[in-house]
């Protein structure tokens, strides 16, 4: 079965730097792209970006560009998530989530909240 | 880019149906049929309940259906149960290939 399995809960402080985990198992790491959303308090979600694992190319929107940087292993077929030059309105729970390029994601890890304190 | 409009909350009765819209643009919703709906409990991932705009996965109930019209989407609850009781998102592909997802909308079962 597919598990995707993230890193534990991270406080910082605003202007650092977050890296999250996300080890997936369960299908061919390098058959589907891995895609990370988050969540704010009481928010909606918003998606933070997608890479592939295969080859290790990355898309990211707009607003996070710069800020942003994914990242895989394929030896442990893990991804990961960095967050730079973090601000208060980057404090949420990331997901990240199993999907083809423009479908839907099918499968989710648990959820990491980060905290940014100022 | 601004979310994809969704009611903030719809409730409905033991066993009566309730229809979730979410509507957007012709650069996201109108433009592809990749259009998927996400069912979350309280502290909770998010859990696919239907893709590509009207296909359900498998384990989900046949009680969840999913349409579109022009740029915008719906999610049809048929026979609502207590445990339907959540906060369902949309999410669309987009022209740009980025994704974008709805407001949010909680579903209360009286």
């Known amino acids: 079965q597919v598990h995707l399995v993230q890193s534990g809960a991270e406080v910082k402080n605003a202007g650092a730097s977050v890296k999250v985990s996300c080890k997936a198992s369960g299908y061919t790491f390098t058959s589907y792209f891995v895609h990370w959303v988050r969540q704010a308090p009481g928010q909606g979600l918003d998606w933070v970006g997608t890479?592939?694992?295969?080859?290790?190319?990355?898309h990211y929107p707009q607003k996070l560009q710069g800020r942003v940087a994914m990242t895989r292993d394929t030896a442990t077929s893990t991804v990961y998530m960095e967050l730079s030059s973090l601000r208060s309105e980057d404090t949420a729970v990331y997901y990240c989530?199993?999907?083809?390029?423009?479908?839907?994601?099918?499968?989710w890890g648990q959820g990491t909240l980060v905290t940014v304190s100022s | 880019q601004s979310a994809l409009t969704q009611p903030a909350s719809v409730s409905g009765s033991l066993g009566q149906s309730i229809t979730i819209s979410c509507t957007g643009t012709?650069?996201?919703?109108?433009?592809?049929?990749?259009v998927a709906w996400y069912q979350q409990h309280p502290d909770k991932a998010p859990k696919l309940m239907m893709f590509?705009?009207?296909s359900r996965p498998s384990g989900v109930p046949d009680r969840f259906s999913g349409s579109k019209s022009d740029n915008t989407a719906s999610l049809t609850i048929s026979g609502l149960q207590a445990e339907d009781e959540a906060d369902y998102h949309c999410g669309s592909y987009t022209t740009s290939s980025t994704r974008i997802f709805g407001t949010g909308t909680k579903v209360t079962v009286l």
């Open positions: 989530a199993r999907g083809p390029w423009a479908g839907q994601f099918d499968y």
């Open positions: 590509n705009v009207s």
């Open positions: 012709s650069s996201d919703i109108g433009a592809y049929n990749y």
């Open positions: 890479i592939n694992p295969h080859g290790g190319s990355t």
